[in-house]
Antibody
C-alpha cells in the first residue's frame, strides 16, 4: 500500500526540541521531492519545508528558517523534521507529503500522511 | 507573506453549483499557474483535487473545476452532492520558492 506514516509528535515546552519522522512505503521514496505542512486544528494550512529527491536541496518557510531542519534517509525510506527553539505558534498537526510528480518540485501535494500532533505549551 | 483570502463559509443545495474564490497578489496567483485546491474532511488529511489552476488528478470527479483571473483563483463544484460537504483549501506558489495557502472554506450542503 502506498502510504506515509508520521511519528514523533507530542507535548513540548517552549524553547524545546522535537524530531518528527515520516516512514514511506509502497513507492520509490528516492524518486520524489517531499514536504512538511502543518495545520493548527480547525484552521488553515501552512507550508513548512521541502527537500529534493536526493537530499541536496532544502527550502524553509521564513517563520521556521534557522530553527527547523529537514532531512531524509533514502536507504530507510524516511523523512525527518528536526525542530528546535519551539514556540507556541508552532503548535499544530504536521503532515508529511509527497509531490505529485517524480524528480520534480511541482508544489502539488499529492500523497499525505495522517499527521502527527505537536503541542508547544508550558 | 500573508495567506490567500478565501470566504470562511459557503453553502448550496444538492444539484446546485457553487464557487469558492481564492484571492492573492501579483507575487503569487497573479504571476504563477501553480494554484492547487485541496478537499479536507473533519479529522482527515487534505486531498489534492485541482493542480496547475485547472487540472484534475486521476480519480477526481469532473464536477470539480478550477480557473483563474488576475490575482483570483476559483474552485467550482457543479451538481453539488452531500459528500461534497468538507473544507476546501487553495494554495499557490510564491516568488522565491515559497508556498502559501488560503484560510480554508467550509462548504455546507443544505
Amino acid at each position: 500500500e502506498v502510504q506515509l506514516v508520521e511519528s514523533g509528535g507530542g507535548l513540548v515546552q517552549p524553547g524545546g526540541s522535537l524530531r518528527l519522522s515520516c516512514a514511506a512505503s509502497g513507492f520509490i521514496f528516492s524518486d520524489y521531492w517531499m514536504y512538511w505542512v502543518r495545520q493548527v486544528p480547525g484552521k488553515g494550512l501552512m507550508w513548512v519545508s521541502r527537500m529534493d529527491d536526493d537530499g541536496t536541496t532544502t527550502t524553509y518557510a521564513d517563520s521556521v528558517k534557522g530553527r527547523f531542519t529537514i532531512s531524509r534517509d533514502n536507504a530507510k525510506n524516511t523523512l525527518y523534521l528536526q525542530m528546535h527553539s519551539l514556540r507556541s505558534e508552532d503548535t499544530g498537526v504536521y503532515y508529511c507529503i509527497r509531490d505529485r510528480v517524480m524528480r520534480q518540485s511541482t508544489w502539488d501535494f499529492d500523497l499525505w500522511g495522517r499527521g502527527t500532533l505537536v503541542k508547544v505549551s508550558s | 507573506q500573508s495567506a490567500l483570502t478565501q470566504p470562511p463559509a459557503v453553502s448550496g443545495s444538492p444539484g446546485q453549483s457553487i464557487t469558492i474564490s481564492c484571492t492573492g497578489t501579483s507575487s503569487d496567483i497573479g504571476t504563477y499557474n501553480y494554484v492547487s485546491w485541496y478537499q479536507q474532511y473533519p479529522g482527515k488529511a487534505p486531498k489534492l483535487i485541482i493542480f496547475d489552476v485547472s487540472s484534475r488528478p486521476s480519480g477526481v470527479s469532473n464536477r470539480f473545476s478550477g480557473s483563474k483571473s488576475g490575482n483570483t483563483a476559483s474552485l467550482t463544484i457543479s451538481g453539488l452532492q452531500p459528500e461534497d460537504e468538507a473544507d476546501y483549501h487553495c494554495g499557490s506558489y510564491v516568488i522565491r520558492s515559497n508556498f502559501i495557502f488560503g484560510g480554508g472554506t467550509r462548504l455546507t450542503v443544505l
